[in-house]
Nanobody
């Protein structure tokens, strides 16, 4: 059974940092591209970052220079380091796994999803 379990969310002030983790089991992690998506109330789910199975990454324009995705193919975990957080980053953050070898911005390209972790940025 494939499981993706996110952790690391919380409530922080603007300008702070958070590191999200997603522990993956039940699949050959090193052969999957991984993505981080977010969904704010009343908005569509959007990709913020994705990493190919070899580690190359893509980012949404809104987070470039502030967020960094990384993966540990030994620990079967993908991370999202979020710096200089803004109120507009508030959302539920989901990790997802894709059998494609390259990262994708499109949710339809992902096969497995976690349950999400809430990130709230507020003063």
């Amino acid at each position: 059974q494939v499981q993706l379990v996110e952790s690391g969310g919380g409530m922080v002030q603007p300008g702070a940092s958070l590191r999200l983790s997603c522990a993956v089991s039940g699949l050959t992690f090193s052969r999957y591209a991984m993505g981080w998506f977010r969904q704010a109330p009343g908005k569509e789910r959007e990709c913020v970052a994705a990493t190919a199975w070899r580690g190359s990454a893509i980012y949404a324009d809104s987070v470039k220079g502030r967020f960094a995705i990384s993966r540990d193919n030994v620990e079967n975990t993908v991370y999202l380091q979020m710096n200089s957080l803004k109120p507009e980053d508030t959302a539920v953050y989901y990790c997802a796994a894709s059998a494609r070898l390259t990262g994708s911005y499109y949710s339809r390209d992902y096969d497995y999803w976690g349950q999400g972790t809430q990130v709230t940025v507020s003063s």
